[in-house]
């Protein structure tokens, strides 16, 4: 039998390859039809299961450009999104850390802006639903504290409307039971509000977390110092806050009356183990801004107020003056 032609071998290779690529690439569009058609099917009543693959999906289309994907993602995003159940699935599925992600990487993709809003508006809705979530919470239902934690820490710093509710909660939550207040000291709610005041600085936001810190903090000095510790920034972060807001009288009172009650708390019996909160505060001028509160409502004619302020911050601690920095006097002429 004569040998086979080895150029009708190649072809035959060739044909095939040709074939199973076309095979392929129909697999390919039949499953990104498939996925599209499942995108628009989604809705509230999602599983919790099922998110991460919508976030799967529209990270595809953010990651190859694909519209389709990123505006049927995002509308199923939007959908989930209608209620509190499928708010809660999200939630659960780690979909708002997901979400943020692409959200900061949106400026860095190359997509049409028409699209780049679809995906924007997705984030609002969850942003919208967030803060509706938190008025409503019941702060009876203990298991939901965690998800206000979750909520507060990711989009806290990134919406000020979600702080303002998550503030709420926190608040009705330790108004409910003080052991609420407990729990949050030890799951880092300092943490958590020390980024809601560093990202925010509208007034009336700021006002409402010093509120919350005083509440939080008016607790054993063995409870709250080491917290304070750890996160002992938030003390340079509330001073900072009060010198952008000068003129704002509650804020400088709950702003003072938050740094007086840390002032009270001393080092506990075995100093390697507590620092003294009075050197964080010092270091921070926060005698010294206060000392500014007091003379603008005295220039303002308001002596009561200032009066007040001035015994509120009376406990501040004050610098202590060195050799160094005193006053020289004239040296005597040899």
């Given at each position: 039998m004569p040998p086979k032609s080895r150029s009708k071998s190649l072809a035959r290779i060739d044909s095939q390859k040709k074939i199973k690529k076309i095979a392929t690439a129909t697999i390919s569009e039949d499953k990104k039809a498939a996925d599209l058609k499942w995108l628009e099917e989604v809705n509230s009543s999602i599983g919790e299961s099922l998110v991460p693959r919508v976030f799967q999906l529209l990270g595809f289309g953010l990651a190859q450009g694909e519209r389709q994907f990123l505006r049927a993602g995002s509308s199923a995003v939007e959908r989930i999104c209608e209620d509190n159940e499928g708010f809660i699935s999200l939630v659960k599925a780690k979909g708002v850390e997901t979400m943020l992600s692409?959200?900061?990487?949106?400026?860095?993709?190359?997509?049409?802006?028409?699209?780049?809003?679809?995906?924007?508006?997705?984030?609002?809705?969850?942003?919208?639903?967030?803060?509706?979530?938190?008025?409503?919470?019941?702060?009876?239902?203990?298991?939901?504290?965690?998800?206000?934690?979750?909520?507060?820490?990711?989009?806290?710093?990134?919406?000020?409307?979600?702080?303002?509710?998550?503030?709420?909660?926190?608040?009705?939550?330790?108004?409910?039971?003080?052991?609420?207040?407990?729990?949050?000291?030890?799951?880092?709610?300092?943490?958590?509000?020390?980024?809601?005041?560093?990202?925010?600085?509208?007034?009336?936001?700021?006002?409402?977390?010093?509120?919350?810190?005083?509440?939080?903090?008016?607790?054993?000095?063995?409870?709250?110092?080491?917290?304070?510790?750890?996160?002992?920034?938030?003390?340079?972060?509330?001073?900072?806050?009060?010198?952008?807001?000068?003129?704002?009288?509650?804020?400088?009172?709950?702003?003072?009356?938050?740094?007086?009650?840390?002032?009270?708390?001393?080092?506990?019996?075995?100093?390697?183990?507590q620092k003294d909160l009075k050197l964080f505060i010092r270091e921070a001028n926060a005698y010294e801004v206060s000392r500014d509160v007091i003379s603008n409502l005295t220039r303002a004619g308001l002596s009561h107020a200032a009066t007040w302020m001035s015994t509120i911050s009376s406990r501040l601690p004050q610098r202590v003056r060195g050799r160094d920095d005193e006053p020289r006097g004239r040296e005597r002429p040899r």
């Amino acid at each position: 039998m004569p040998p086979k032609s080895r150029s009708k071998s190649l072809a035959r290779i060739d044909s095939q390859k040709k074939i199973k690529k076309i095979a392929t690439a129909t697999i390919s569009e039949d499953k990104k039809a498939a996925d599209l058609k499942w995108l628009e099917e989604v809705n509230s009543s999602i599983g919790e299961s099922l998110v991460p693959r919508v976030f799967q999906l529209l990270g595809f289309g953010l990651a190859q450009g694909e519209r389709q994907f990123l505006r049927a993602g995002s509308s199923a995003v939007e959908r989930i999104c209608e209620d509190n159940e499928g708010f809660i699935s999200l939630v659960k599925a780690k979909g708002v850390e997901t979400m943020l992600s692409f959200l900061r990487h949106l400026p860095q993709a190359q997509i049409a802006p028409a699209t780049s809003e679809a995906v924007n508006a997705a984030g609002a809705a969850i942003f919208r639903r967030a803060a509706a979530w938190l008025d409503e919470v019941d702060e009876v239902d203990f298991d939901q504290l965690q998800h206000v934690l979750y909520l507060a820490f990711w989009l806290g710093g990134e919406d000020e409307d979600v702080a303002l509710s998550a503030l709420g909660a926190f608040e009705r939550f330790t108004l409910y039971r003080s052991e609420n207040g407990a729990t949050l000291l030890q799951s880092e709610v300092i943490q958590v509000l020390h980024r809601i005041i560093g990202h925010n600085r509208a007034p009336e936001l700021v006002s409402e977390a010093f509120t919350l810190l005083y509440r939080l903090c008016d607790a054993p000095a063995a409870v709250v110092v080491p917290l304070l510790t750890d996160e002992n920034g938030i003390i340079q972060t509330v001073v900072e806050s009060m010198t952008q807001a000068p003129l704002n009288m509650r804020l400088q009172l709950a702003g003072l009356r938050l740094l007086a009650l840390w002032s009270q708390y001393d080092v506990g019996e075995d100093p390697a183990d507590q620092k003294d909160l009075k050197l964080f505060i010092r270091e921070a001028n926060a005698y010294e801004v206060s000392r500014d509160v007091i003379s603008n409502l005295t220039r303002a004619g308001l002596s009561h107020a200032a009066t007040w302020m001035s015994t509120i911050s009376s406990r501040l601690p004050q610098r202590v003056r060195g050799r160094d920095d005193e006053p020289r006097g004239r040296e005597r002429p040899r």
